[in-house]
């Protein structure tokens, strides 16, 4: 009897525990303008007075959307969607008796920075995709606080970042970075000094576009774009932060905002310091018809740079039809390092006959400013808009190495040498930017033109130590200074038409480009103004609500710029030393792909068939005298022909769990007139696997696992498997967040590149101190304005 009794109450309290997960929220969600829905919405569901989802899903291609499984209780639900207002719907109530909610048609506004929104901080998915672009959404991930791009970066799906901090995209042998839709790559000489500083905080999302529209620059074969926020919630909030690691890396971060009816006021700060040790080993074999002998050079390396980023910005609506949107940004480094270099010669016979020794002592410091206004007016009330935008930047950099050379035996002079490089750039940006529905709003037409202002300065001293006189004496023949001026005018057009199961988009993209520049020893080049057009067309096709697919193509340039063209000689190694070509020619790609996506309710998969032709391909081109020396420049190597896979998918196999994965693999060729040896195959394979977790106690588990290996034209560059995850616990309801995260526990970085040319093969091994722990806290302020809540509509009797 009690065995029966036991059951039965077991089984009771399981059919209670059934009945009461059988609530179901459902609807449609549709433009309001044209009634046409919308897939992939956000769609997230939060007990009432919890700022965290319980659940989130897209819409269906139709944009419908069932969440089932749901307790009885109170709930509230957000649906957002990029270029759309969020739409909030509170007090859904979920009882036995009435426990299916259905919403009907939900309507979605065209983003006109509506104001009274509910301020309920909607989770999106951490990584959405489309047909030309992917999104990472920054906030979605426990790095949000507390990190710096240069760390975001490294976890952002089909994007690879080498070991000094460069990022570009999976297959893509050129790739721009741009922030705010702006071009900043040139705004500074070290981008990755640039990005170490730029603190996650102030990041809203970053955009990895693979076939970037005509409305953006057509330089680069892809456009990595940084999204910085603008849309506070009203009130006052801002959080403070402060990371440290095991290695001595320090990250302290502050920021605050204050948004208002009509306008927002959004400031804040950031410091970090790295510390970076490094191994290189390079064995070099040189042979030629009389004899043969081998460089064996060993480098150990150490770097510590501290920097800072200052930033402020306005958000004013002047009325509800017109915006101003000003913002000022300013970075700071410095950088000191100290390295010891020893090359051993061996002869034919692999005996060591002499060593080299050189240590460096070096400095480089530097600053950016940038500032930056947008002003946006509504033409109509169909959707007309009508922007301009100005971009001012400055920046300043020192760099001064200080190398001092041995010999063993004796038989040669020591040497000392100070070398100093001051480089200033600067720019101007301006752009008129026009767009506005023709049919219904179910298509629009934009037209834009820009203007692009790029000055560069780089004037290099270099100073031998003369230890007769006990003096420094310039070096003429090395010392020069080299100006850079660019100037591009563009114009765009481009229309855009979606029906109700596909879409189309084509463009045309103009740029007249002016480059010239000079030496001080007298050289000058000019080169001719030149027109290029950039056509691009893409199409896709929805059906069976669950199926989509698509083909694109574009062309896209690769200019070359100061540092490519500049023939200032770098002789920090004597026996490797680099030069630009003033001879460069533009490279031109030709790049089409075909995709095909598939959704289920917990899987997406999205596999893509890309080509590209590329020709007077840029690349660094090597080669060795007869004394042993290395001369490494830029050339116009030839042609390259790609054929690329890359496949990318979604799994979330519980609600609480999502895991996501991307594969390039791609077959390239090189064909060269001029050089036989440059005539190659190889293939080139990327990958990277993802791994979020909502744990319970509001806790959250982050992880991913990359690799590259690529081909060039004179070898092939091979990365390490690099590891990377944390976890988040947060404290005292929402406001205090900790987090520890680990980089690569199984072993520092690791990176190969071998080279060979028609006299030298070359093997290279480069090391970093990749491995550390981080702990990390962030504390959030708020003092939110309650705005009126967006009642359901009446459900049907």
Same mark, same amino acid.
Request: aromatic fraction near 10%.
């Given at each position: ?9 077991? $089984? ?46 897209? $819409? ?18 957000? +649906? ?11 007090? +859904? ?128 074969? %892809? ?18 932060? +402060? ?96 390295? %010891? ?82 480089? $200033? ?62 100037? +591009? ?9 979606? %029906? ?40 896709? !096709?929805?059906?069976?609500? !669950? ?74 081109? !090597? ?41 390039? *693999? ?99 091994? *480069? ?27 009446? $459900?049907?009797?």
């Amino acid at each position: 009897m009690k065995r029966l009794i036991i059951s039965l109450s077991i $089984t009771l309290l399981s059919i209670h525990s059934y009945a009461a997960d059988k609530g179901v929220i459902s609807g449609k969600v549709v433009e309001q303008a044209g009634a046409l829905p919308i897939p992939s919405a956000v769609v997230a569901v939060y007990p009432s007075g919890s700022q965290q989802a319980l659940v989130t899903m897209p $819409t269906e291609e139709d944009g419908s959307f069932k969440i089932s499984m749901l307790k009885y209780g109170s709930y509230s639900l957000k +649906i957002s969607y990029v270029g759309f207002s969020p739409l909030v719907v509170n007090d +859904i109530v979920l009882t036995e008796k009435n426990y299916e909610k259905g919403l009907g048609t939900l309507k979605l506004i065209a983003d006109q920075n509506n104001l009274n929104e509910v301020t309920i901080a909607a989770e999106k998915p951490l990584i959405q995709y489309a047909a030309d672009m992917m999104t990472y959404n920054v906030e979605s991930s426990i790095l949000s606080e507390g990190s710096t791009a240069a760390d975001i970066l490294k976890n952002v799906p089909m994007v690879e970042v080498d070991l000094d901090g460069n990022a570009s995209i999976s297959g893509k042998r050129n790739t721009r970075i741009f922030i705010d839709g702006k071009p900043s790559d040139y705004m500074t000489s070290n981008i990755a000094d640039l990005l170490s500083v730029l603190p996650s905080d102030a990041i809203e999302k970053i955009e990895v576009m693979t076939n970037p529209p005509a409305k953006y620059s057509g330089d680069g074969e %892809g456009i990595i774009n940084i999204v910085m926020k603008k849309n506070f919630k009203i009130g006052l909030g801002g959080n403070a932060g +402060i990371s440290s690691s095991l290695t001595g890396n320090t990250n302290l971060n502050t920021n605050a905002s204050y948004k208002s009816k009509s306008y927002s006021i959004n400031g804040g700060a950031a410091y970090r310091y790295n510390l970076r040790k490094n191994t290189n080993t390079n064995y070099r074999e040189n042979f030629f018809a009389d004899t043969t002998f081998y460089y064996n050079n060993l480098n150990d390396s150490r770097e510590g740079s501290d920097g800072g980023n200052y930033r402020v910005n306005l958000d004013w609506d002047i009325s509800k039809k017109q915006n101003l949107h000003v913002s000022s940004n300013f970075n700071n480094n410095v950088n000191k390092s100290n390295s %010891g270099a020893y090359n051993h010669y061996l002869d034919e016979d692999r005996i060591e006959s002499s060593l080299r020794n050189q240590s460096t002592t070096g400095r480089r410091t530097g600053h950016t400013f940038v500032f930056d206004v947008d002003y946006e007016i509504k033409t109509d009330t169909t959707g007309g808009k009508l922007s301009a935008g100005f971009t001012y930047n400055d920046n300043d950099n020192t760099n001064g190495r200080l190398q001092n050379t041995t010999y063993l035996p004796a038989n040669r002079s020591a040497r000392l040498q100070d070398n100093q490089n001051a480089i $200033t750039n600067d720019g101007l940006n301006l752009k008129l930017d026009y767009e506005r529905p023709v049919f219904k709003k179910r298509d629009h037409i934009e037209l834009g033109a820009s203007y692009n202002f790029r000055n560069n300065n780089n004037d290099q001293l270099i100073q031998n130590f003369d230890f007769n006189t006990g003096q420094y004496v310039v070096n003429e023949n090395l010392s020069n200074q080299f100006l850079y001026k660019e100037d +591009i005018l563009a114009g765009y057009a481009s229309y855009n038409f979606r %029906g109700k199961n596909w879409g189309l988009k084509g463009g045309l993209r103009a740029e007249l480009t002016q480059v010239e520049f000079e030496l001080s020893s007298g050289e000058n080049y000019d080169i001719n103004p030149y027109l290029s057009l950039f056509p691009s067309f893409s199409v896709n !096709r929805n059906f069976r609500k !669950r199926y989509n697919i698509g083909a694109s193509y574009s062309v896209r340039v690769n200019r070359p710029r100061e540092n490519s063209l500049n023939p200032q000689i770098n002789n920090n190694d004597p026996l490797n030393i680099n030069f630009g070509n003033p001879d460069l020619l533009p490279e031109l790609t030709h790049q089409m792909d075909i995709s095909f996506n598939a959704y289920g309710k917990r899987w997406s998969i999205m596999p893509k068939i890309a080509y590209s032709k590329r020709r007077a391909v840029i690349e660094r081109y !090597r080669s060795v005298d007869q004394t042993g020396v290395s001369e490494t420049t830029f050339d116009n190597v030839g042609a390259n022909t790609q054929y690329s896979l890359f496949v990318n998918g979604t799994y979330r196999p519980h609600k609480t769990i999502s895991t996501n994965a991307n594969l390039s *693999f791609s077959q390239a060729s090189y064909r060269s007139d001029k050089n036989s040896g440059l005539n190659r195959k190889g293939k080139n394979i990327g990958g990277r696997i993802g791994l979020t977790m909502e744990l319970p106690f509001k806790t959250a588990f982050e992880g991913n696992l990359n690799y590259y290996n690529n081909i060039s034209a004179q070898g092939r560059n091979k990365g390490s498997i690099t590891t990377w995850m944390g976890a988040r616990k947060v404290f005292l309801k929402n406001k205090l967040n900790a987090r520890i995260s680990i980089s690569d526990p199984f072993g520092r970085s690791n990176n190969y590149a071998s080279n060979e040319g028609i006299n030298f093969r070359s093997e290279n091994y *480069f090391t970093s101190n990749t491995s550390n722990v981080t702990l990390s806290l962030n504390y959030r302020f708020t003092r939110i304005s309650k705005s009126k809540p967006i009642s359901p509509p009446p $459900t049907k009797p």
